[in-house]
């Protein structure tokens, strides 16, 4: 009776888990920050649909051995917690856009960022 119980309980948490919306498992929406190539360009670049809780080192600016990103814009459903060392190094200094499109100066320096669904336990850049 009680393996019984056990596989009821198991598959119906499967069949909820393979129900929800991919939206769980990604920030909806686009974040844009803008970086400077070797040769001295100034290029736009966005990341779409960025999974949740994943570090991701911007193209163009995720190293430490290239300018860093700027004027980073939050257009997704989700926080995005910004780092300015590559590889989202927690020592590194970092910053909070709020979800929905909050945009940062571009004072503000970005290499890498983290997306979450919840509020982070940081100082929220202010609207």
């Known amino acids: 009776m009680k393996l019984r119980n056990a596989v009821a309980a198991t598959l119906g948490a499967l069949a909820l888990t393979l129900s929800m919306s ?8 686009q974040f844009h920050y803008t970086f400077q190539e070797e040769d001295g ?13 994943s570090c991701v080192n911007l193209f163009g ?3 430490d051995e290239v300018p860093a ?15 300015l060392g590559a590889d989202c190094d927690e020592t590194s200094p970092k910053e909070v856009l709020q979800p929905k499109g909050q ?4 004072d503000m320096k970005v290499r890498s960022v983290k997306f ?9 850049m202010p609207r």
């Open 22 to 29: 991919g939206s769980a498992f990604a920030a909806e929406g």
């Open 41 to 53: 360009q100034v290029r736009e670049a966005a990341l779409s649909n960025p999974a949740n809780d």
């Open 69 to 83: 990103g700027y004027g980073p814009e939050n257009a997704t459903d989700s926080y995005a917690v910004l780092y």
């Open 61 to 63: 600016a995720g190293a």
């Open 103 to 106: 945009r940062a100066t571009d």
């Open 116 to 124: 979450t669904t919840e509020r982070p336990n940081l100082r929220l």
